[in-house]
């Protein structure tokens, strides 16, 4: 496939750049007027039209590049990574929707019998059929929505079956769709009622047994936990990471979501590949992620939903981090995976620049799936994951027009979705 006259072609980075950090996140280097070539699912060459002769244009045209598209007026940028998802759930919760916009907060609702325990409870009777297809269904329209890879979590069985039927549906998801799929198994979400009072029997079923055999079967990719007032501790969820590692998984972990002690620099300091939420920081949090390997990663759409603060964006970028822009699709905090919108609100409530959003959204998401030696950016013999908008004025405009829907074509590994 030959993509012709190209607008602009976005996020065009050289192969050893496997993040961008701190100023370097302001610029995505582009060409104007470009074509781009796509061989076996990958992008294979690309380059200016300017720079193009017509006797080499249809030589390339005749020499495979069977279908030629002409993209005037069009953009061209790399599939948006979205790194943090619980995209596997039995049922929405717009009961606990209702009692939000009444003035109830996160915490209230939880105690009211919503958040994770009630998705749980849902959980618990449905089929592994039926939720993989009811997860097939909202990967199918974030595909559509530009999504080119996706971290999917467990978190909603709590139990050694249910932990296990997620991670199945998850591993269903992977064989059947074209675009990667990680999982993470993120059993230490909340304690479940029967282990209130239990919390090492927990805690024991989580690494003793279900680990042990997630690992066995390559059910899992990663290894997250909530790290939180009220569900896991520090000291709870550092045995949680030094398990996963055990057993060759890296840790992405939810922190300073609600409250600021210490989860941040705990995660830095065991290796975690990303730390995720990052709403409640200070400078110290900012500073123990510096020089460190760790992506902070944001969810401005649930900072939207439940009403809480946005995360520090301009703080972290100042510093020299490099931020991840993620959806965090949930049924409880953020019932959208729509990475179109995230983007929009980065710019829009955590001022960051329209590149800085794409670069976090795209390289950076992928860094923070270890996918970024192959997706998240135009690279020679990189996946051809992109996005084809639609005719639009500039780059800026896609989150500034936030409510319309920009894309034309999404391509997984150089086929239209
Ligand atoms: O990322 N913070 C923890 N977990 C989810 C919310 C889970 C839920 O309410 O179902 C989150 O926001
Ligand atoms: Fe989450």
Request: proline share 0%; hydrophobic share 40%.
């Given at each position: 496939m030959l993509l012709i006259n190209i607008k602009q072609l976005l996020g065009v980075h050289a192969e050893e750049k496997l993040r961008l950090e701190g100023a370097e996140m302001s610029a995505l280097p582009s060409i104007e007027n470009a074509w781009l070539k796509i061989e076996h699912g990958k992008i294979a060459d690309f380059g200016s039209m300017n720079e193009l002769d017509n006797h080499q244009l249809s030589s390339m045209v005749s020499g495979g590049a069977s279908e030629v598209i002409d993209l005037k007026d069009k953009l061209v940028l790399p599939a948006w990574?979205?790194?943090?998802?619980?995209?596997?759930?039995?049922?929405?919760r717009e009961e606990e929707f209702l009692m939000k916009i009444q003035g109830k907060t996160y915490e209230e609702i939880t105690a009211a019998g919503g958040g994770i325990l009630n998705s749980a409870r849902k959980l618990a009777n449905a089929s592994e059929n039926e939720l993989y297809d009811s997860a097939a269904e909202r990967l199918q329209e974030v595909m559509q929505l530009g999504t080119g890879a996706i971290e999917i979590k467990s978190g909603y069985g709590l139990s050694y079956e249910a932990e296990l039927k997620m991670l199945k549906v998850i591993r269903r998801l992977k064989e059947t769709f074209p675009l990667p799929v990680k999982a993470t198994f993120l059993g230490a979400h909340a304690f479940p009622q029967e282990f209130k009072q239990n919390q090492e029997g927990y805690i024991d079923l989580l690494i003793n047994r279900l680990l042990p055999t997630i690992a066995d079967e390559g059910l899992a990719d990663f290894i997250d936990a909530f790290c939180e007032q009220n569900y896991f501790s520090i000291a709870q969820t550092e045995r949680i990471i030094d398990a996963g590692a055990r057993y060759g998984l890296k840790a992405k972990i939810h922190v300073?979501?609600?409250?600021?002690?210490g989860a941040t620099q705990a995660c830095v300091k065991k290796g975690a590949l990303s730390v995720d939420h990052l709403e409640v920081t200070d400078d110290e949090v900012i500073a123990s992620l510096k020089?460190?390997?760790t992506m902070a990663t944001l969810l401005p759409s649930c900072s939207l939903f439940i009403n809480i603060p946005f995360a520090n964006a301009r703080g972290m970028i100042a510093a020299g981090l490099g931020v991840a822009l993620a959806s965090d699709f949930n049924p409880g905090t953020t019932p959208s995976g729509n990475m179109n919108l995230v983007v929009a609100l980065a710019c829009m409530?955590?001022?960051?620049l329209p590149n800085e959003a794409i670069n976090a959204a795209t390289l950076n998401g992928a860094y923070a799936m270890d996918l970024s030696a192959t997706h998240g950016?135009?690279?020679?013999?990189?996946?051809?994951n992109l996005i084809i908008t639609k005719a639009v004025p500039s780059v800026n405009y896609l989150p500034y027009a936030?409510?319309?829907?920009?894309?034309e074509k999404v391509l997984i590994n150089g086929k239209v979705v």
């Open positions: 990574n979205d790194s943090h998802t619980h995209l596997v759930f039995a049922a929405s300073n979501q609600f409250t600021n002690a020089g460190s390997a409530k955590m001022k960051m950016s135009i690279t020679k013999s990189k996946q051809a936030f409510g319309s829907n920009l894309i």
